[in-house]
């Protein structure tokens, strides 16, 4: 298959180009393109075996289900049920955004795109090509990350085409996605709402709205399988994200002792041969003397290293690297999003200074 390439400059005068995309998807076709948080592989989710073809692009396994992205809100009725009064507001206040709510779904949702699960993901990109392309289209667009399985999610269409090129029908290429990882989940089908994957929208965002305790899958805290616990959105099982070079963060409250840290060990293994990462902040960048030294962000602007982390990760394995040193961020609200993600890319390996 050849995959197309298509890049959207200015969205009121590529109307052909988004109305060829959304052709592809109500065809069964595949077709990825940029949301506010990373990339996305779409596929029409209600039919399941345009649903199958996103597993075997991406080698996903199918006990992993697919989130439904809607560019209107009243299409939630369409996939859903017994959806609270709670789970409207969170909606209301949150959407179009980074925010996947689970519901209960209704019949015409096929297993094949739940996983085999009762309930269904369903989220409003606010990114106004996903939303354009979505309208479009005329139908839910079910759309997971489009990276193959295992590798770092894609925050630019050159990450989508590496992974994707003659497996897809088209890319719609809009730029560097804003925030850089994945959505936040929330289960709104029990009696106390549950975040099963921390993101840009947080704990404190989520109870502000809903008035009340919102839970954190406490599975996701901590290392998978280690401590028996298994998290409730199967897709966190798995060790995602993983770099080809092995990842150490050296976390410390004292950036000079992490900085010393990172740089003994940097020399250990450059002095043993092997070639080496460094992930840096704009604030310490120059204070790596050896190794790749990649910028992800600044420590003043957390979205700049959400959006940074992917795109060094990758950068790394194109350039060979074998040991990466990463420094650690705090883990308050969105930190902590940040963190999940680079903690599973490190396989939870961290050194505390
Ligand atoms: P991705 O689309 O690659 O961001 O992954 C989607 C994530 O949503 C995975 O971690 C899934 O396990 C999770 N997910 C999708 N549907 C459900 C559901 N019905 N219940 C729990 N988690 C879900
Ligand atoms: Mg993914």
Known sequence: MKTKIVKLEQLEHNENELKEAGQILRDGGLVAFPTETVYGLGADGLNSEASAKIYSAKGRPSDNPLILHIADIKTVDVLAKDVSKEARKVMEVFWPGPLTVILNKKEVVPYGTTGGLDTVAIRMPSHPVARELIKVAGVAVAAPSANTSGRPSPTTAQHVLQDMDGRIDMIVDGGKVGIGIESTIVDMTGEIPMILRPGYITKPMLEQVIGKEVRIDPAILSKEG????????????????????????????????????????????????????????????????????????????????????????????????????????????????????????AGYEMIRV
């Open 226 to 345: 280690m401590d028996g616990i298994r998290p409730k959105a199967p897709g966190m099982k798995y060790k995602h994200y993983a770099p080809k070079g092995e990842l150490t963060i050296v976390s410390s409250h004292n950036m000079d002792n992490m900085v010393q840290t990172i740089n003994k060990l940097a020399k250990e293994k450059l002095d043993a041969g092997y070639v080496v990462g460094i992930i840096a902040t704009e604030e310490t960048k120059d204070q790596y003397p050896n190794g790749v030294v990649k910028e992800i962000g600044s420590r003043k602007d957390q979205v700049s290293i959400s959006a940074g982390l992917y795109s060094v990760l990758r950068d790394f394995d194109d350039a060979g690297v074998e040991f990466i040193y990463s420094e650690g961020f705090e883990q308050d609200d969105f930190g902590q999003a940040i963190m999940n993600r680079l903690l599973k890319a």
